[in-house]
Every structure is written in C-alpha cells, then in structure tokens.
C-alpha cells in the first residue's frame, strides 16, 4: 500500500475526474478528462482506444505520440485486456516494449458491450512507472470506469456515415476540428464538410443543437452551449 500526498494540482485534477460525466454517444472521456489523468499521471502519451472482440481497434482518440494514420488497427489476436495491466511486470509483453518505442505502459480497460473493450493507453518512453503511479491510476479508476463503460445509444439516422458519427463523437466531447483532423489523419476542411453533411442529415444548423441531438436532447443546455461556441 502507497500513502498518497498529493499536490494542489493532483488534488485539482482528481476532482476534475470524479465530478466528470460519461458523454452520451460515445464511451471516450472528455480532452479535459484526460489531460486531468496527465497531471495524475504525467505520460508522453494518453490514448483511449474501443476495440471489437477480434482485437481490432474501431476507433481512437489520442493526445500526444505518433499520427494514428501511423497505426495498425490490428493491435492483438484477441479482445483487449481489461483491468489495470502495468506491461512492464508481464514477462511474455515487456520484451515487446522497446520494439514499440516505450520504456513503459499501462493498460486500463472496461467491457462496453457484449462484443468490445474500451481501453485507457498510458505509455512512457524513457521513464518506468512506479507505485506511486500505479496508486494514483487506482484512485481514479473507478471513475475512469464510469465514464468509458457508459455508452448511451440515442436514435440517429441511419444515413450518418460512420466518420460523420465519428466526427460527431469528437465534437460532443468538446474537441475543436483541428483536434479532429489531426486524430483523423483528415484535413480540417474534411472534417467541416463531415460536419455539413452531418447537419443536413440530422436537420440542424449548429454544433450546438447537432451534439444535443446526439445526445438525445432537443435542445442544447446553457453549459453545452459555453463548450462549443468557441469551436463554432
């Protein structure tokens, strides 16, 4: 057992991560989220990734680390691991760690679904995870596990192209398109036009009122609306 002091920072990050919600539509945290594990967990890379049943990844949000045009979907031969998994303490995958370009990493992941994982990457590429990380990754697990395992399944139609969907997701979760673009591998000027065509499908106008749809709601609330007006 680790006695955890933490800092006014740590302490300001982990109430960002227990008063966060799950967004209704897709099961990846919100970019504030996530930077709130980084202060937790200072990484070079933070990704969360949902993969089916077979091990191939079906979609990805990352900050940091290398362009995700870079990845091969196909990360194993088999569901991803759910659980907390510190790589390194795994005699059959630590080998695999300097093959990849980490010195570390850690795994989180939930069941979403009868058929898929959702899986937090945390990954160091010069420096180890010790206790105390492995401590504070506990502390905030649980809501960790809230807001990746919640996945609500409003009515959308069925017209939406899966990257229109994707786009979408990204924007519910408070990304701006050049946030989207980059974690696309797409050009911004893709993303608006996946963005029009979304809107037209959906029958609104806005960001605002097409996040509020995805999220099952008529409307956009005063707090959705501060969110996305500065991504307009």
Known sequence: MVDLILTEREQSALRTLTASE????????TTKVLEAVLTLLPSDEIAVARADDTGRVEDLVTLGGPDQAERDPQV????LMVGLVHVRRMP????????WGYADLLWLGYRNGARHVV??????????????????????????????RERPTP??????????RRVLMRVAA???????AESLGVTAATVRKHLEHAY?????????????????????????????????
Do not use: W
């Not at 499908?201 to 609330?221: E, F, I, M, N």
């Open 119 to 148: 899986q937090l990457v945390l990954g160091r590429y010069r420096q180890r995870f010790g206790s105390r990380d492995l401590a504070m990754l506990g502390l905030g697990a649980p809501s960790l596990q809230r807001v990746m």
């Open 22 to 29: 799950p967004v209704p539509g897709t099961p990846f945290p």
């Open 200 to 232: 037209r499908k959906l029958g609104v106008t806005s960001r605002v009122a097409a996040v509020a749809r995805l999220q099952g709601r008529d409307h956009g609330d005063l707090d959705l609306r501060e969110r996305l007006e500065r991504f307009a």
């Open 174 to 180: 408070g990304h701006s398109n050049a946030h989207i």
């Open 92 to 99: 059959d995958l630590e080998p695999d760690l300097s093959s």
């Open 76 to 79: 194993c031969d088999g569901p």
């Open 155 to 164: 009515q959308l139609p069925a017209a939406l192209t899966v990257q229109e």
